[in-house]
């Protein structure tokens, strides 16, 4: 019985990696590596809870794990040395330079922003969440949360146009 829920754990796992990993990375500003630590962390209190959450909802419970890490951990002011052993790959053929740069504003202008409005908008508009679910997963009221999202959109918007050069 419980080497058929591992498992099920590690189909879950395989299946929704990818997505949430993208999901860490928007909670925690693009940067890549705390997105990896956060949700191998949301991942190990998964498994602990996996008996309970498994017929549940168990993308939701991570979600909700991400996000509460996401923002205690940017109220750390130093995460350690991010040492690497090679440099960046060199880009690859063909000129995907707009779409990267597009979304490097993007994850430059959410880094920006606070960590519970940054959550926030990746719940409500990146995971297309309903407003009681943002705020169930923030911890927070709902008018709270759609407040959190509202300032959160709206100051993207105030760091993205500032970039925008008008053409004509």
């Keep these: 019985m419980e080497q058929a829920r591992a498992g099920e754990y590690d189909a879950f796992v395989a299946a929704r990696w990818s997505v949430l990993c993208h999901l ?40 909700t794990v991400l996000a509460r890490a996401a ?16 440099l960046p790959e060199v880009a690859a053929a063909g000129d995907l330079s707009a779409t990267v740069a597009e979304r490097s504003r993007l994850e430059a202008a959410l880094a920006r922003l606070t960590p519970r409005q940054r ?23 709902v008018g709270t949360a759609r407040s959190h999202a509202a300032r959160g959109v709206a100051r993207l918007r105030q760091l993205l146009s500032d970039v925008i050069e008008p053409v004509g």
């Design 24 to 63: 860490a990375r928007l909670l925690t500003g693009g940067d890549r590596h705390r997105a990896e630590d956060l949700l191998q962390e949301a991942l190990v209190k998964l498994w602990f809870a996996w008996p309970r959450v498994a017929d549940e909802a168990p993308e939701a419970y991570v979600r």
């Design 119 to 141: 959550a926030a908008v990746v719940l409500r508009y990146y995971q297309d969440l309903p407003d009681r679910q943002v705020a169930q997963t923030l911890g927070c009221p």
């Design 71 to 86: 923002a205690r951990s940017a109220r750390r002011r130093w995460w350690g040395e991010r040492p690497v052993e090679e």
